[in-house]
């Protein structure tokens, strides 16, 4: 008899395949569960007398508040993005300061100075420089098309005047424009002509009669490290909040007015509110319209000067000021004609003697 041959199992075509054997790591020990657990993010409001020794530098012209912003030629976003994308791992966004709106107006250009034109109100247009590419591409959008009625991404500037009695000077510092072309993503998705997203602390300004909700610089540790880098001067100017004032009639929670008759612990604390407003240029003011997030206790991590660096700042800023005007006023020795003395008084011009004459 024939020994039947054991069949050959069918193994699948392996013409033209790059077969490589691939050797399995070594299996990884898990970390321990302490290591798992979250990281508190929880740091105190930072005063910069208490902050520890800088490092790095950053701009010192860097604006107070952040903003996706897409460029309007090619809609990418300009130079500074707000924060890092949300990842999967995170259930909500991160709340930060910050104030940021869409205006539409008429742009035009003077010299030196560019202007926005929002009804029938002229305001002055600044920028930056890490918006300058967002400022230089606005001019060659207008070159190109020659249409100056432009939306604009821009930063309200609020100058508050000391005493409270003169009113605020609004002007806006520009930080993108949405093109004719570009997509509807971003922050043109969320908000409408003329609306803005402003998030800060609800409470009182001594310069300022309506309640403000005001923008501090949102704490990194590399801006920490400036700041103790910095001199005084622009140290206080980086940390240097931003009052808006807000017309909010039904607010759920009062603004912050600080007594001078309570004690410190008596005093409560202002309230972090993330709300969406409408600029009203008739009156100049911004104007509530929603709520986006309820009011909060506990803010998010911010700069703040202390008062010495302030007063200090302040005596520098005074003592450059004397400087200027003693480098402008005119030298006496240089003078063509030497000055008059004023304590000299002039000489009296003598009298006319009277002749008297005999008639004979």
């Known amino acids: 008899m024939k020994k039947k041959r054991p069949q050959q199992q069918a193994t699948p075509p392996t013409n033209g395949l790059n077969i490589l054997a691939i050797k399995r790591p070594p299996k990884q020990a898990e970390p321990p569960q302490e290591e798992l657990a979250a990281i508190s993010n929880d740091l105190p409001v930072t005063d910069a007398a208490s902050a520890p020794e800088p490092v790095v530098p950053i701009p010192v012209d860097e604006p107070v508040l952040d903003a996706l912003v897409p460029e309007p030629l090619a809609p990418t976003p300009v130079d500074e993005p707000a924060s890092e994308p949300e990842s999967a791992s995170s259930p909500e966004k991160e709340a930060l300061f910050q104030a940021v709106g869409i205006i539409k107006g008429d742009v035009t250009l003077d010299g030196e100075k560019t202007f926005v034109t929002i009804g029938k109100k002229s305001y002055e247009l600044y920028y930056a420089s890490t918006h300058k590419r967002a400022y230089d591409a606005l001019k060659k959008e207008i070159e190109i098309t020659g249409i100056t009625q432009q939306r604009l991404i821009v930063y309200p500037r609020i100058t508050h005047y000391p005493g409270g009695k003169q009113p605020y000077h609004l002007s806006f510092q520009l930080a993108g424009f949405v093109g004719h072309n570009a997509a509807g993503d971003g922050l043109p998705s969320v908000l409408e002509d003329l609306e803005f997203k402003i998030s800060g602390l609800w409470q009182f300004i001594p310069v300022c009669r309506m309640p403000c909700l005001s923008i501090f610089k949102n704490f990194?540790?590399?801006?920490?490290?400036?700041?103790?880098?910095?001199?005084?001067?622009?140290?206080?100017?980086?940390?240097?909040?931003?009052?808006?004032?807000?017309?909010?009639?039904?607010?759920?929670?009062?603004?912050?007015?600080?007594?001078?008759?309570?004690?410190?612990?008596?005093?409560?604390?202002?309230?972090?509110?993330?709300?969406?407003?409408?600029?009203?240029?008739e009156r100049n003011i911004f104007e509530f319209l929603s709520l986006l997030e309820d009011p909060s206790d506990s803010p998010p991590n911010y700069l703040k000067a202390g008062k010495k660096d302030k007063a200090e700042a302040t005596k520098t800023k005074l003592a450059a000021s004397k400087g200027r005007k003693r480098s402008k006023s005119p030298d006496p020795s240089n003078a063509v004609f030497p000055p008059s003395d004023a304590t000299s008084k002039p000489k009296p011009k003598p009298k006319p003697k009277a002749v008297v004459t005999e008639v004979t």
Do not use: C
Request: glycine content about 4%; overall charge positive.
């Open 220 to 281: 990194t540790k590399q801006r920490l490290e400036y700041i103790k880098s910095a001199p005084v001067d622009k140290k206080v100017n980086f940390m240097k909040a931003s009052h808006i004032p807000v017309v909010w009639r039904d607010a759920p929670v009062p603004p912050f007015r600080f007594n001078p008759k309570l004690g410190k612990d008596s005093q409560g604390k202002a309230s972090f509110l993330q709300i969406k407003a409408k600029f009203n240029s």
